[in-house]
């Protein structure tokens, strides 16, 4: 099985990476080391850069016990004029489960067609992150009844055109929970395709609604030319005196990095989440990974 496009996930899946993801973290202090990957070997490419995603499964993967191999491109044969295709059957004859992330939107297509391994979107150019949509649905639902509530209002803040995980995150709750879902957003990084008059604000005023608050940076390196206009944009940077208006039990999430859209004199507020979202991102993806080894232990039992 991969993990190429939320859409291709059904309810029954995301269930199960919910518990066995809850499993592992209600597990964590007991740092007992677990053999389920043992004998596999991720590879992690990365085209792009990345801190969380490619650490996180990294530790995912030795937690279980497994390998990890770390594709650097700057250092690869791509400097001799290798294609990516030819690159990713070279990785995949080394591994198991290939992680990649690539600034192509349409790349990750043309891999299951090429490559006989399991693999992981982590990230594709603008268009989707689905582990990371896994990661902050499993954050909601530790903090928020998300099950069992009439309905989830959330907000998401920054540059939604081009955030990569609220597109995949926007699916999931739509899919899958009777949510409220409204958008405040920089100049010109409006998305035509989710937004619309009757769910797009233009200030926090009604902050005090929502029970999810999203906020992303401005995706600087999508833009040919980031006028100074974007880049200087404060009305919708979240400080102390914006977080004190969120209502009781409501909670603040950022997929980071940050640039300035979130003033560091509110991590330590009980609201902000986005520390426990990179820990939960360890444990989701334990539990990815953990799928993905019992289809192929099932599919070759020798
Ligand atoms: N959230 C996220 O994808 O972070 P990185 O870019 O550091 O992997």
Do not use: W
């Not at 999810?212 to 404060?234: A, C, G, M, P, W």
């Amino acid at each position: 099985m991969n993990i190429i496009h939320i859409q291709e996930l059904d309810f029954e899946y995301i269930a199960s990476i919910m518990n066995k993801a809850c499993e592992f973290k209600n597990n964590s202090t007991k740092k007992q080391p677990y053999n389920i990957a043992n004998g596999y070997t991720l590879a992690n490419v990365f085209f792009e850069p990345s801190t969380r995603t490619s650490l996180s499964f990294e530790v995912a993967m030795k937690n279980l016990g497994g390998h990890v191999i770390t594709f650097h491109n700057d250092a690869s044969s791509t400097k001799k004029g290798e294609s990516i295709l030819d690159t990713l059957k070279t990785i995949s004859v080394y591994s198991d489960i290939i992680v990649l992330r690539h600034h192509d939107c349409d790349l990750i297509d043309q891999i299951p067609d090429i490559i006989n391994k399991p693999i992981i979107n982590a990230g594709n150019g603008s268009s989707e992150h689905p582990t990371q949509a896994l990661l902050d649905l499993f954050t909601i639902s530790q903090h928020i009844d998300i099950y069992s509530m009439r309905q989830l209002s959330i907000l998401f803040v920054g540059d939604i055109k081009h955030s990569r995980t609220i597109h995949s995150l926007v699916y999931l709750l739509n899919s899958f929970f009777n949510s409220d879902i409204q958008y405040y957003c920089y100049p010109f990084c409006c998305d035509d395709n989710l937004m619309n008059n009757n769910n797009t604000v233009s200030s926090f005023d009604n902050i005090h609604n929502f029970d999810v608050v999203y906020s992303t940076r401005l995706q600087n390196e999508r833009f040919d030319n980031l006028s100074h206009d974007i880049k200087t944009q404060s009305n919708l940077l979240i400080n102390q005196s914006v977080v004190d208006k969120m209502k009781p039990g409501s909670i603040l999430m950022h997929p980071l990095p940050r640039n300035h859209e979130i003033d560091p004199e509110v991590d330590n507020d009980p609201k902000c989440v986005y520390f426990s979202q990179i820990e939960n991102g360890i444990y989701v993806r334990m539990a990815i990974i953990h799928s993905m080894i019992e289809q192929c232990s099932a599919k070759c039992p020798f």
